[in-house]
């Protein structure tokens, strides 16, 4: 099992920024997938990014040229910058990690979740 600790959520003003860290531990194989997502109330929870152990990301249409995802593997730490924030990018943000076998995912974990709020 695979415990994360996130950190780095707040409130910001629209057009600012915030970096969001996700600390992993416990039994930690590779290959490996780390990444954040979001729910905001009333909404589904929602892909943010996400990037392998061997750096290839994918992002969320609304948050590409915004956010970047990286991830410091001696740390087994995920980081997520986020720049030019806007109102509707207020959510719950969540750290999560996976190994996938074909497409099913083994061995997810997920973080207790952080707040983000952006104001207009």
């Known amino acids: 099992q695979v415990q994360l600790v996130e950190s780095g959520g707040g409130l910001v003003q629209a057009g600012g920024s915030l970096r969001l860290s996700c600390a992993a531990s416990?039994?930690?194989?590779?290959?490996?997938?780390m990444g954040w997502y979001r729910q905001a109330p009333g909404k589904q929870r929602e892909l943010v990014a996400t990037?392998?152990?061997?750096?290839?990301?994918n992002y969320a249409d609304s948050v590409k040229g915004r956010f970047t995802i990286s991830r410091d593997s001696a740390r087994n730490t995920v980081y997520l910058q986020m720049n030019g924030l806007k109102p509707e990018d207020t959510a719950v943000y969540s750290c999560?990690?996976?190994?996938?076998?074909?497409?099913?995912?083994?061995?997810?974990?997920w973080g207790q979740g952080t707040q983000v709020t952006v104001s207009s």
């Open positions: 416990g039994f930690i194989f590779s290959p490996n997938v």
């Open positions: 999560t990690f996976y190994q996938e076998i074909g497409r099913i995912r083994i061995n997810e974990s």
């Open positions: 990037i392998t152990s061997d750096g290839s990301t």
